[in-house]
T-cell receptor, first 112, second 114 residues
Framework: QKEVEQNSGPLSVPEGAIASLNCTYS??????FFWYRQYSGKSPELIMS????GDKEDGRFTAQLNKASQYVSLLIRDSQPSDSATYLC????????????FGAGTRLFVKA | NAGVTQTPKFRILKIGQSMTLQCTQD?????MYWYRQDPGMGLKLIYY???????DKGEVPNGYNVSRSTTEDFPLRLELAAPSQTSVYFC?????????????FGPGTRLTVL
Protein backbone atom coordinates (compact mmCIF):
# COMPACT_ATOMS: atom_id res chain seq x y z
CA GLN A 1 0.00 0.00 0.00
CA LYS A 2 1.30 3.44 -0.94
CA GLU A 3 1.83 5.81 1.97
CA VAL A 4 -0.34 8.53 0.42
CA GLU A 5 -2.89 7.56 -2.21
CA GLN A 6 -4.88 9.76 -4.53
CA ASN A 7 -7.09 9.05 -7.50
CA SER A 8 -4.95 10.12 -10.46
CA GLY A 9 -7.97 11.33 -12.41
CA PRO A 10 -8.43 13.26 -14.50
CA LEU A 11 -11.43 14.66 -12.67
CA SER A 12 -13.55 16.80 -14.93
CA VAL A 13 -16.20 19.19 -13.58
CA PRO A 14 -18.20 21.99 -15.21
CA GLU A 15 -17.53 25.58 -14.27
CA GLY A 16 -19.40 26.56 -11.13
CA ALA A 17 -19.64 23.00 -9.79
CA ILE A 18 -18.02 21.57 -6.66
CA ALA A 19 -14.83 19.59 -7.22
CA SER A 20 -14.08 16.93 -4.62
CA LEU A 21 -10.55 15.58 -4.30
CA ASN A 22 -9.73 12.68 -2.00
CA CYS A 23 -6.63 11.31 -0.32
CA THR A 24 -5.91 8.43 2.03
CA TYR A 25 -2.77 7.84 4.05
CA SER A 26 -1.30 4.80 5.76
CA UNK A 27 0.65 6.16 8.76
CA UNK A 28 -1.72 6.52 11.71
CA UNK A 29 0.62 8.87 13.60
CA UNK A 30 0.50 11.49 10.84
CA UNK A 31 -0.13 14.93 12.24
CA UNK A 32 -0.02 17.46 9.42
CA PHE A 33 -1.87 17.40 6.12
CA PHE A 34 -1.52 19.65 3.12
CA TRP A 35 -2.98 20.31 -0.29
CA TYR A 36 -0.67 21.75 -2.93
CA ARG A 37 -1.74 22.96 -6.36
CA GLN A 38 0.61 22.46 -9.28
CA TYR A 39 -0.01 24.02 -12.67
CA SER A 40 1.53 22.28 -15.65
CA GLY A 41 5.24 23.03 -15.83
CA LYS A 42 5.22 24.95 -12.55
CA SER A 43 6.22 24.22 -8.98
CA PRO A 44 3.75 23.19 -6.26
CA GLU A 45 2.18 25.91 -4.14
CA LEU A 46 0.40 25.39 -0.84
CA ILE A 47 -3.32 26.11 -0.85
CA MET A 48 -4.51 24.48 2.38
CA SER A 49 -3.12 22.90 5.52
CA UNK A 50 -5.09 21.09 8.22
CA UNK A 51 -3.97 19.59 11.50
CA UNK A 52 -7.10 18.53 13.42
CA UNK A 53 -10.23 16.56 12.61
CA GLY A 54 -13.06 18.40 10.94
CA ASP A 55 -13.37 21.05 8.29
CA LYS A 56 -11.21 24.05 7.53
CA GLU A 57 -12.45 26.66 5.10
CA ASP A 58 -10.48 29.27 3.16
CA GLY A 59 -12.43 31.11 0.51
CA ARG A 60 -13.70 28.62 -2.05
CA PHE A 61 -11.55 25.83 -0.59
CA THR A 62 -12.51 23.47 2.24
CA ALA A 63 -10.19 20.82 3.61
CA GLN A 64 -11.71 17.93 5.55
CA LEU A 65 -9.76 15.59 7.83
CA ASN A 66 -10.84 12.33 9.41
CA LYS A 67 -7.91 10.77 11.27
CA ALA A 68 -9.90 7.70 12.35
CA SER A 69 -10.51 6.85 8.70
CA GLN A 70 -7.08 8.17 7.63
CA TYR A 71 -8.76 10.32 5.04
CA VAL A 72 -8.32 13.91 3.93
CA SER A 73 -10.23 15.69 1.21
CA LEU A 74 -10.34 19.03 -0.58
CA LEU A 75 -13.53 20.63 -1.83
CA ILE A 76 -13.41 23.45 -4.35
CA ARG A 77 -16.68 25.36 -4.57
CA ASP A 78 -17.71 27.38 -7.63
CA SER A 79 -14.92 25.78 -9.65
CA GLN A 80 -13.27 28.01 -12.21
CA PRO A 81 -11.23 27.13 -15.32
CA SER A 82 -8.24 28.65 -13.49
CA ASP A 83 -8.57 25.84 -10.93
CA SER A 84 -7.52 23.34 -13.60
CA ALA A 85 -4.29 21.88 -12.24
CA THR A 86 -2.86 18.86 -10.46
CA TYR A 87 -3.61 18.76 -6.74
CA LEU A 88 -1.05 17.05 -4.54
CA CYS A 89 -1.98 15.67 -1.15
CA UNK A 90 0.93 15.72 1.33
CA UNK A 91 1.24 14.18 4.77
CA UNK A 92 3.84 14.79 7.45
CA UNK A 93 4.16 11.71 9.65
CA UNK A 94 6.21 13.59 12.24
CA UNK A 95 8.68 10.75 12.48
CA UNK A 96 12.23 10.46 11.20
CA UNK A 97 13.06 14.09 10.68
CA UNK A 98 9.91 15.72 9.37
CA UNK A 99 9.82 14.08 5.97
CA UNK A 100 6.70 15.07 4.10
CA UNK A 101 5.20 12.34 1.91
CA PHE A 102 3.46 13.44 -1.29
CA GLY A 103 0.78 11.63 -3.21
CA ALA A 104 1.00 11.32 -6.99
CA GLY A 105 -1.67 13.99 -7.46
CA THR A 106 -5.12 14.28 -9.00
CA ARG A 107 -5.51 16.17 -12.28
CA LEU A 108 -8.53 18.45 -12.26
CA PHE A 109 -10.13 19.91 -15.38
CA VAL A 110 -12.78 22.60 -15.02
CA LYS A 111 -14.76 22.99 -18.24
CA ALA A 112 -15.97 26.48 -19.15
CA ASN B 1 12.23 38.79 -1.37
CA ALA B 2 12.98 36.23 -4.10
CA GLY B 3 11.93 33.16 -2.06
CA VAL B 4 13.56 29.98 -3.37
CA THR B 5 15.63 30.24 -6.52
CA GLN B 6 17.09 27.41 -8.59
CA THR B 7 19.59 27.31 -11.41
CA PRO B 8 19.72 26.20 -14.13
CA LYS B 9 16.14 25.97 -15.41
CA PHE B 10 17.00 23.37 -18.03
CA ARG B 11 19.99 21.12 -18.63
CA ILE B 12 20.88 18.24 -20.90
CA LEU B 13 23.64 15.92 -19.71
CA LYS B 14 25.38 13.03 -21.35
CA ILE B 15 25.61 9.71 -19.51
CA GLY B 16 28.49 9.80 -17.05
CA GLN B 17 28.72 13.58 -16.79
CA SER B 18 28.37 15.39 -13.49
CA MET B 19 26.67 18.61 -12.52
CA THR B 20 25.49 20.66 -9.56
CA LEU B 21 21.98 22.01 -9.22
CA GLN B 22 21.96 25.23 -7.26
CA CYS B 23 19.33 26.25 -4.72
CA THR B 24 19.20 29.43 -2.66
CA GLN B 25 16.55 30.77 -0.30
CA ASP B 26 16.35 34.21 1.28
CA UNK B 27 13.71 33.49 3.93
CA UNK B 28 16.20 32.40 6.62
CA UNK B 29 14.60 28.95 6.71
CA UNK B 30 16.46 26.23 8.56
CA UNK B 31 14.89 23.34 6.65
CA MET B 32 15.66 22.69 3.01
CA TYR B 33 14.72 19.80 0.74
CA TRP B 34 15.47 18.36 -2.67
CA TYR B 35 12.76 16.46 -4.54
CA ARG B 36 12.50 14.86 -7.92
CA GLN B 37 9.26 14.56 -9.84
CA ASP B 38 8.89 12.07 -12.65
CA PRO B 39 6.03 12.44 -15.17
CA GLY B 40 2.65 11.65 -13.59
CA MET B 41 4.26 10.98 -10.24
CA GLY B 42 4.40 12.75 -6.95
CA LEU B 43 7.45 14.28 -5.37
CA LYS B 44 10.15 11.95 -4.09
CA LEU B 45 12.48 13.27 -1.39
CA ILE B 46 16.15 12.95 -2.30
CA TYR B 47 17.91 14.72 0.58
CA TYR B 48 17.00 17.21 3.23
CA UNK B 49 18.77 19.47 5.69
CA UNK B 50 17.69 20.77 9.08
CA UNK B 51 20.35 23.45 9.25
CA UNK B 52 23.82 24.44 8.10
CA UNK B 53 26.17 21.49 8.30
CA UNK B 54 23.39 18.92 8.80
CA UNK B 55 22.00 16.80 5.98
CA ASP B 56 20.21 13.47 5.76
CA LYS B 57 19.00 11.04 3.13
CA GLY B 58 15.47 10.95 1.89
CA GLU B 59 13.65 8.27 -0.03
CA VAL B 60 15.80 8.19 -3.22
CA PRO B 61 19.35 9.39 -2.40
CA ASN B 62 21.38 7.05 -4.61
CA GLY B 63 23.39 8.88 -7.26
CA TYR B 64 23.17 12.24 -5.49
CA ASN B 65 25.09 14.21 -2.89
CA VAL B 66 24.37 17.41 -1.01
CA SER B 67 26.09 19.90 1.22
CA ARG B 68 24.83 22.74 3.40
CA SER B 69 27.58 25.16 4.33
CA THR B 70 25.25 28.14 4.79
CA THR B 71 21.62 28.65 5.77
CA GLU B 72 20.85 30.05 2.31
CA ASP B 73 22.37 27.48 -0.03
CA PHE B 74 21.66 23.80 -0.56
CA PRO B 75 23.30 22.49 -3.75
CA LEU B 76 22.55 19.04 -5.16
CA ARG B 77 25.38 17.19 -6.88
CA LEU B 78 24.81 14.52 -9.52
CA GLU B 79 27.80 12.27 -10.09
CA LEU B 80 27.97 9.99 -13.15
CA ALA B 81 24.60 10.95 -14.58
CA ALA B 82 22.31 8.12 -15.72
CA PRO B 83 19.13 8.17 -17.86
CA SER B 84 17.16 7.21 -14.73
CA GLN B 85 17.99 10.64 -13.34
CA THR B 86 16.01 12.37 -16.07
CA SER B 87 13.42 14.27 -14.07
CA VAL B 88 12.31 17.64 -12.78
CA TYR B 89 14.12 18.63 -9.61
CA PHE B 90 12.54 20.92 -7.04
CA CYS B 91 14.23 22.55 -4.11
CA UNK B 92 12.07 23.64 -1.19
CA UNK B 93 12.48 25.28 2.18
CA UNK B 94 10.45 25.65 5.35
CA UNK B 95 10.70 27.28 8.74
CA UNK B 96 10.53 25.26 11.94
CA UNK B 97 8.29 22.27 11.09
CA UNK B 98 7.18 22.08 14.69
CA UNK B 99 5.11 25.21 14.13
CA UNK B 100 4.30 25.13 10.46
CA UNK B 101 5.26 22.67 7.79
CA UNK B 102 4.53 24.82 4.78
CA UNK B 103 7.16 24.23 2.17
CA UNK B 104 8.04 26.89 -0.37
CA PHE B 105 9.22 25.54 -3.68
CA GLY B 106 11.65 26.86 -6.23
CA PRO B 107 10.72 26.94 -9.94
CA GLY B 108 12.44 23.64 -10.68
CA THR B 109 15.25 22.35 -12.89
CA ARG B 110 14.31 20.14 -15.83
CA LEU B 111 17.15 17.66 -16.39
CA THR B 112 17.51 15.27 -19.30
CA VAL B 113 20.25 12.63 -19.38
CA LEU B 114 20.97 11.17 -22.81
Amino acid sequence: QKEVEQNSGPLSVPEGAIASLNCTYSDRVSQSFFWYRQYSGKSPELIMSIYSNGDKEDGRFTAQLNKASQYVSLLIRDSQPSDSATYLCAVNPRTGGFKTIFGAGTRLFVKA
Amino acid sequence: NAGVTQTPKFRILKIGQSMTLQCTQDMNHNYMYWYRQDPGMGLKLIYYSVGAGITDKGEVPNGYNVSRSTTEDFPLRLELAAPSQTSVYFCASSSDPASTDTQYFGPGTRLTVL
